[in-house]
């Protein structure tokens, strides 16, 4: 593994949240009730907002009760941040009320699209890197934090294809919305390894171009391969677990931005949740090896 400090400081997190904490993991609603009888030594886990927009009832009450124990993050799928459609004012009134009354350390949204004229596509979709969409974003960020009253993180997304359009590499384009909006980033190194084969460039390039500054969190998963006329593709289907290159990639990103909040995230058949831990423990362990504060 290649040496790849760099002399830079961290932004600091917010002050409830631990850079040192070891790795979290990703909150499904079959493991609610295990959770809360086990309490077993995890510390944190990361809730996908829109599960919890409910007034009341059996969720929103689980959640209370694991947010007494543990450290909680808010991780939104649905809030189509690079739309060109208006932003939604109704899911925003709800995602600061989930802020306010479950007090997250960490909220995040993913770059990208997933909405136009009102119809809503059942997936994330990159963005054209320009320097047009990118200002178009930044501004939408910008506008989402003085909504919800605080800082986000929006996370680079897996892609299978590229738009001609494109001005820039992904990396530069997600290190100046950052810059523009004043977000954080949420680094998700499989989805870097993602597009990184389905794309043809070296991921160290990638994480040597963020600042690291920026970075407030990283996100571990698993991935699938399909081949479509003779040439494969890898898909991000956070279905499996994280991979050899993808636990490189992580010590190398420990080596270049230090030590950050890391979740193990599994959405797609979904496994026991010792499962999850033992991942969240291997996570520790390349912490402990290659990790800096």
């Given amino acids: 593994m290649p040496n790849l400090l760099v002399d830079a400081v961290p932004l600091p997190l917010p002050a409830n949240a631990n850079a ?5 993991i990703g909150l499904r609603a079959q493991h609610h009730s295990e959770l809360l009888e086990r309490s077993p030594a ?9 599960n919890y927009f409910a007034d009341g009832g059996a969720h929103i009450e689980a959640l ?3 947010r007494s124990r543990y450290s909680l993050s808010l991780h939104g799928v649905g809030l189509s941040v690079g739309s060109s459609d208006a932003l939604d004012a109704q899911h925003l009134k709800l995602l600061r009320r989930n802020i306010d009354r479950f007090q997250p350390m960490l909220v995040s949204e993913h770059l990208s699209w997933s909405s136009v004229g009102g119809r809503f596509a059942n997936d994330l979709l990159p963005l054209p890197y320009t320097d047009e969409a990118l200002q178009h974003v930044a501004n939408r960020i910008a506008n989402i934090q003085d909504a919800l009253g605080r800082q986000i ?4 997304v897996s892609s299978y294809l590229e738009y001609t359009a494109s001005q820039m590499p992904e990396w530069t384009f997600l290190a100046g919305v950052a810059t523009e909006a004043g977000c954080g980033i949420l680094l998700d190194l499989n989805n870097i390894y993602v597009a990184a084969r389905n794309h043809g460039f070296k991921p160290l390039d990638y994480l040597n ?3 690291a500054s920026t970075v407030q969190e990283f996100h571990l998963a698993g991935y699938s391969a399909i081949n ?4 494969e593709i890898l898909i991000d289907t956070h279905g499996a677990p994280v991979c050899t290159a993808v636990w490189n990639l992580y010590a190398g990103a420990l080596q270049r931005f230090g030590t950050r909040p890391t979740l193990i995230e599994w959405d797609t058949d979904i496994p026991e949740l010792d499962v999850l831990i033992a991942e969240a423990h291997k996570a520790d362990q390349l912490r ?3 990790g800096r504060a």
Wanted: charged residues 15%.
């Fill in 153 to 156: 993180l929006v996370e680079n």
């Fill in 288 to 290: 402990h090896q290659y």
């Fill in 64 to 66: 209370f009760k694991i």
């Fill in 42 to 50: 995890v510390p944190w886990v990361e809730a996908h907002s829109e």
């Fill in 20 to 24: 040192n904490a070891n790795a979290g």
């Fill in 228 to 231: 479509i006329d003779g040439q």
């Fill in 209 to 211: 171009a963020i600042p």
